[in-house]
């Protein structure tokens, strides 16, 4: 009795709260967050764990939130404002010791700073010489794009084009398609040929995994393109090695030989697509066929027609059909866009659309129609003193914007023009110091002693090491929100699990107390996170059909409303009535063309001092930046920490062995890392971890990560960044045993 009784003392002292996870992955997680009432009258999250519930979740989480309360209640969380203290020079102090620089403050104080700060900058220089900075760090509609974009709206702020991942793929899938849907995951379990083009499924897409195995236990095979010998790559039936930036090509001689043997589904193309002639005589050009495309991607012709052949007849001889799944890797090239566009017209010519299992997913963004006019009040900009839209900054350019834009000529005039220097800097959701590209140019720029700029985070971040102010941001617990996802069907509402730790506020209250010190009198900055749910859910659009946020709150997930065919499934693009281009079918023209991205073995920059193609790879366990810094995440990662994996060839040409010490370098910048010599990347193909800058040296040196050898050069759709069109040479730089000799490893200086 007595033990009855406790337990049932114990189970009154918990509660099940469902939230979603709100990291910048395809999965988009249902969490269950089990909180525990404490003696004092707070609360303690005490356990997380997926929602059995959800047919994609299914009950289990990645590795990377699994232990999500290690992050949670990390003892390195920023628990309160802080103010860059006098004399304390922006940048990392190094040795652990970068929270010296700050001094705690009152969320009153740094109101008040940076609502002057902001109101005295945009009178002398204009509003649009405030750039806010954000990305995903959180994918829930109110903390990805809500009260924070009517702000700035309404200060006249510039805008910021989002490009950094995913645009360029996004327009392109668009331009095909006319709206972003896929294959739905579940339906991969009935596929007979799985494809994982750039898409480290078993990394960064685990729930998709579950639904992969069960097709390859009833006969799929799961074939592997990717320059990286990933974990998918590792336990696939095949993997296809393809040298970066050549996946258009690729694509190409796929199709050459599935017009040339007839293997085209003729009736789905004549049904469903515009352009079909142009695209089969493009294709079958010579330069088109196996032979020639082998010389380029580095994959042999044979294996070509075989995949084209194993891919074209997928579906017609009683085993399941051939599904995609793309991933955004393939689209950070100089013409990645173009690579998307030529990979997603692969379902349209053999009709693969048209069976369960079938397809392609890139991405299931576009099924979700959330209002986000509503959200995001773009007519705001009107009621700014610009009275006008404001200028837009490439966020993929961030360097060029903090160092070059409006910047005053040697002649006194205006240097690099499109409106005002960027006077602030406003960042949230986003870690640029350490993933945006041509980080000597970003660091560079972040050093200006004039630049003032805030810094909303949950760590101390290589970002935060830059700012004047900063202020202390919630995890996924801590904040109530409604997301969509870009892996599966479902739209979800997250509770707030448990009060925001110390004194962390969220995105929305964060903005609209702004608004309220700099004298926005709108009653939306009044609204509150119910309200925005509400807004962001207001649509007569038939895919959130019965959606609502009383619905959400009780059921926590529910399917979106897509329409179905007579067997009731829903299978996108299976016909015309799908598609949402202006011609209302798929578009295979303008046929897509390959060219070698200047930055590549064939490109127009290859030259002998930096003949290497180099591939920023992101890490399994970490989120680009994000969990770099929990030790658990660390020790993970530990066996790629540092290492430089190179081809034993191109280690050899270099007189390397595993364990020497190797600068990495270009014109852009270098970094240090340790020699892994090894079957991961192809000749001619050097590999590194994105890590944070601080995390990268030695002895708590400050140090670069991969993003001092990229690039700003933008994709040739979209706008976006083009990491993996980068150009590098590799030399020795200490023998194994560590001894090394001296190199000038200074490129980042106050500008
Ligand atoms: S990071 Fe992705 S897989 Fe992991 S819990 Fe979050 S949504 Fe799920």
Redesign the pocket.
Known sequence: MATEAQGMAAEARTRVVHAV???D?????A?LVTVESLANGGERAVKVE?DPRHPV?QGF??????Q?LERVYSPDRLLYPMRRKPGRPKGPAGHGRDADAFERISWDEALDEIAARLAAIAAEFGPESVLPYSYAGTIGKLGFGSMDRRFFHRLGASQLARTICSEAGGVAFKQVYGIKLGTPPEDFAHAGLIVAWGANIHG????LWPFVEEARRKGARLVVIDPYRTRTAAVADEHLAIRPGTDTLLALALMHTIFAEGLEDAEYMAACTDGAAELRAHALRPEHAPERAAAITGIDAETIRRLARAYAKAGRDGNGPAAIRLNYGVQRSENGGTAVRAVCMLPLITGAWRQRGGGLQLTTSGAFPFNGDALEMPELMQASPLGREARTVNMSRLGHALTELGQTSADGGVANGDGPPVKALFVYNSNPAAVAPNQNAVLRGMLRPDLFTVVHEQFLTDTADYADILLPAPTFLEVKDVQGAYGHLYAQLSQQAIAPLGEAWSNVRLFAELARRMGFAEACFADTDDDLIDQALATEHPFFAGITRQRLQQEGHIALALPGNAAGESLPFSDANWFRTASGRGELTPVPVFIAPAESRGGAACTPEYPLEFLPRKADNY?NSTFANIPRHQRMEARSTGLLELHPADAAARGLVTGDAVEVFNARGSLRLRAQVGGSVPQGVVAARLNWNKLSGADGAAANNVNALTSETVTDIGGGATFYSTLVEVRKVGERSGIETPVDRTPVAAG
């Not at 992955?25 to 997680?29: L, Q, T």
């Not at 960064?204 to 729930?207: L, P, R």
């Open positions: 996870c709100s990291h992955c395809p999965d988009s997680c969490v997926g979740t989480l990645c590795g990377k939130v699994a999500y960064n897409n685990i729930h989120m």
